[in-house]
C-alpha cells in the first residue's frame, strides 16, 4: 500500500522558518512536489524535485524563499521554508510517484497525495 505523509505544519509568525517533511512510503518516487491550497483557493504548485536529474522547479511566489531537498535513504522530502509571509497559509500537500517528463507543476503530473499539514503564518 502506498502512503504519502506529510508533516511538520504548525501556526508560525511572519519571518519565521518552517521545515516541512514528506514520507513516502511503498513506492520509490523519483519526482515530488508540494502545492498548497489557502482557504477558499485553490490548490496551487509550491515546489518539485526530480532527483535523477536535479532539477527543481519553484513557483514565483517562493523562490529564494522555499527550498526542496530529499533524504533518500529514507526516501524522505523536505521544503524548507523562510521569510514565511501571511500569505503562504494554506494546507501543504506532497504529492509523489510525478512523472519525470511530464509538467511537474500540474496535479495531474502525480499518482499518490498526502491528506495535508496545515502552515498558518500570523500577522
Known amino acids: 500500500q502506498v502512503r504519502v505523509v506529510e508533516s511538520g505544519g504548525r501556526l508560525v509568525q511572519t519571518g519565521a522558518s518552517l521545515k516541512l517533511s514528506c514520507e513516502v512510503f511503498?513506492?520509490?518516487?523519483?519526482?515530488v512536489g508540494w502545492f498548497r491550497q489557502a482557504p477558499g483557493l485553490a490548490r496551487d504548485f509550491v515546489a518539485a524535485?526530480?532527483?535523477?536529474?536535479?532539477?527543481?522547479f519553484y513557483a514565483d511566489s517562493v523562490k529564494g524563499r522555499f527550498i526542496i531537498s530529499r533524504d533518500g535513504a529514507k526516501n524522505s522530502v523536505y521544503l524548507q521554508m523562510t521569510d514565511l509571509k501571511p500569505e503562504d497559509t494554506g494546507v501543504y500537500f506532497c504529492?509523489?510517484?510525478?512523472?519525470?517528463?511530464?509538467?511537474?507543476?500540474?496535479?495531474?503530473?502525480?499518482?499518490?497525495w498526502g491528506q495535508g499539514t496545515q502552515v498558518t503564518v500570523s500577522s
Open positions: 524535485g526530480v532527483w535523477g536529474t536535479g532539477r527543481k
Open positions: 511503498g513506492i520509490t518516487s523519483t519526482a
Open positions: 504529492a509523489a510517484g510525478g512523472r519525470i517528463y511530464s509538467n511537474l507543476q500540474r496535479q495531474g503530473s502525480y499518482e499518490y
